[in-house]
């Protein structure tokens, strides 16, 4: 199962609920992206936390959603590249999204960041998912 895509999937599932945070299983990539959210005011708070099972620790992730007059902040996101298909785009070919009310998340040589981190620092990459 592609890590990404379920980590999305779990947060606009939680935000259609109502759900104030949501529990995921820790991973550095998803942390990475977390903060992203977070930085451009998708989620509240990122915690990296631990649960005792029955013979080991596991790592879990935390992330509080954030809420405008009963509305979710996540207006929508759209997945690109996927394990089958993977979505190459240069520094000068990486386009707005919604105008500029969003942001695409891409993968560089220098790790995770958005797209207007990516268009400033001329780097392409691997572009993951937009949201807005």
Same mark, same amino acid.
Request: hydrophobic share 30%; charged share 35%.
């Given at each position: 199962m592609d890590i990404i895509s !379920?980590?999305? @999937?779990r947060i606009k599932n939680a935000q259609m609920a109502k759900a104030g945070q949501v529990l995921m299983p820790f991973s550095r990539v998803k942390f990475q992206i977390a903060q992203i959210l977070k !930085? &451009? *005011?998708y989620l509240s708070a990122i915690e990296?936390? /631990?649960?005792?099972?029955? /013979?080991? %620790?596991? %790592?879990?992730?935390?992330?509080?959603?954030?809420?405008? !007059? &009963?509305?979710? =902040?996540i207006g929508g996101i759209k997945l690109l590249s996927k394990p089958s298909r993977? #979505?190459?785009v240069k520094a000068q070919d990486i386009q707005r999204v919604r105008s500029g009310y969003g942001f695409a998340v #891409?993968?560089?040589? /220098? *790790?995770i960041m958005n797209?207007?981190? =990516?268009? /400033?620092?001329?780097? *392409? &990459?691997? @572009?993951?998912?937009e949201i807005w």
């Open positions: !379920d980590m999305l @999937i !930085d &451009g *005011g990296r936390r /631990k649960r005792k099972s029955r /013979k080991s %620790e596991l %790592e879990y992730l935390e992330l509080g959603l954030v809420y405008h !007059d &009963g509305e979710g =902040a993977h #979505i190459y #891409i993968s560089t040589s /220098k *790790g797209s207007r981190e =990516a268009r /400033k620092q001329n780097l *392409g &990459g691997e @572009i993951l998912f």
